[in-house]
């Protein structure tokens, strides 16, 4: 028998484990009580036990394997996504009947699926060759208010990962605040002055007047379901949902940085400028996202074929990438448990 650590995740386990939560909400909001708290539980208590259990399912899929369902999953999650928006929207804010801790268990939960599974599905849309694919992704990051990422994260951060040029960097000492409030200006700013340079000259709707469509429609959706209180609360989730975003932009390339070479530019962008995390649950509910160095060398591979470098070739976190997002939100402790992880790195040839 084959063992399971020389195993890639399967499709179906990617779609169990991140979809879970939405039968979950459903169950909460259909019958409150101990099912509010629910989808809280498997995203955090749960989620941490499954990535300790064992070292389940750690192998890389075969070198050109396809995968006609991943798209489909995208799909579904995104839709997923559009529908429980407003619905816990209107369950936190609105006459829904549900008691004050009931409302809290709900909102959080759903921040937590929307920074957790909604970001690396909406991530993994922009990357797709489809157009429908790609703007169903910015509709997801624009109905968190985060359109302006779907340009910052393929015109900036792809091309200057790990250097000062990106926002999105974080760099060695910096804590995780002062970075969310550098990155969430810089990247906002330089992704739309990526975009508008490649529209000098042409008569285009700039992207950046769809997200605002996109996000205003959002809003009024939640005015919709729950009046301004409903509006205050999309925000807040919006706010929750980005903030995980950042934490794991924060975390993945935390203190690496590429080389100048002697002719004034960047060495290219490799394995070891990214931190992955070899962690089977976690990788499942957030689509692989934490197998990140494979995903700057080939952008465009679906989130099942993501390959897995190992600790030789690329940095490792000594956590999975939840955990990590949750130590970085405590700046001293966090330099100071990855102040020898990050010196490895930066030290090496």
Request: glycine share 10%; hydrophobic share 50%; charged share 15%.
């Given at each position: ?155 900036v951060h792809h091309r200057h990962a790990a250097s000062a ?153 000594p956590w999975p990438l939840p955990i990590a997002c949750m ?23």
């Amino acid at each position: 028998m084959q063992d399971l650590t020389s195993r890639p995740l399967p499709l179906l386990l990617f779609g169990v484990i991140s979809a879970m939560p939405l039968v979950l909400f459903t169950l909460g909001l259909s019958l409150g009580g101990f099912w509010t708290l629910a989808a809280l539980i498997y995203m955090t208590g749960l989620a941490a036990l499954m990535d300790q259990v064992v070292a389940l399912f750690l192998g890389d899929a075969a070198e050109g394997a396809e995968f006609p369902g991943a798209d489909g999953l995208l799909v579904g999650l995104a839709i997923g996504h559009l529908v429980l928006m407003p619905a816990i929207v209107s369950a936190v804010a609105g006459a829904s009947g549900f008691a004050v801790w009931e409302r809290l268990a709900l909102f959080l939960g759903a921040g937590l699926w929307f920074g957790q599974v909604s970001n690396p599905m909406a991530h993994e849309l922009i990357h797709r060759g489809s157009r429908g694919l790609f703007w169903l992704g910015v509709t997801v990051y624009a109905t968190l208010l985060f359109g302006h990422h779907a340009s910052a994260h393929r015109l900036v951060h792809h091309r200057h990962a790990a250097s000062a040029e990106d926002p999105n960097t974080a760099r060695a000492g910096e804590g995780y605040y002062r970075f969310a409030l550098r990155a969430w200006k810089g990247s906002f700013l330089r992704g739309f002055a990526a975009e508008h340079a490649l529209r000098r000259g042409k008569v285009s709707l700039h992207p950046y007047v769809i997200y605002a469509v996109i996000s205003l429609a959002a809003l009024f959706t939640g005015w919709l379901f729950a009046g301004w209180p409903g509006v205050v609360v999309w925000v807040l989730l919006s706010a929750h949902a980005q903030s995980q975003l950042l934490l794991s932009d924060y975390v993945q390339h935390y203190g690496l940085t590429r080389r100048v070479r002697p002719d004034g530019k960047l060495e290219p962008v490799a394995a070891r400028h990214s931190w992955n995390a070899p962690h089977w649950f976690s990788s499942g509910l957030m689509l692989n996202a934490p197998r990140h160095s494979d995903h700057h060398a080939h952008p465009a591979r679906p989130y099942p074929a993501l390959r897995l470098p190992g600790p030789e070739e690329a940095p490792h976190l000594p956590w999975p990438l939840p955990i990590a997002c949750m130590i970085a939100l405590s700046p001293d402790r966090w330099r100071r448990l990855m102040r020898p992880h990050v010196e490895r790195w930066r030290e090496m040839p």
